[in-house]
């Protein structure tokens, strides 16, 4: 999920909480992905909901002092 999709959904009305859920779900999917492979069994690192909601967070204070 870009930054941009983030800025979108949340003016449309979804909460930081929701967004971080959907952005963590979509993250942690791509590490499984990249998990698959024998030779990278042990890369990348899930996130938990503490740590996406602060990506979102920060995301979405960085727009609105951007917007003043």
């Known amino acids: 999920m870009k930054q941009k999709e983030i800025i979108e959904k949340w003016k449309q ?3 930081k ?6 952005y963590r779900r979509e993250y942690n999917q791509g590490i499984k992905v990249i998990r698959a492979s024998v030779e990278n ?10 740590e996406a909601l602060s ?3 920060k995301i979405i204070y960085m727009y609105i002092k951007n917007e003043r």
């Open 13 to 15: 009305g979804l909460s």
């Open 55 to 57: 990506y979102v967070e």
């Open 17 to 22: 909480d929701v967004l971080a859920k959907i």
């Open 41 to 50: 069994r042990h890369k990348g690192k899930f996130i938990t909901n503490y």
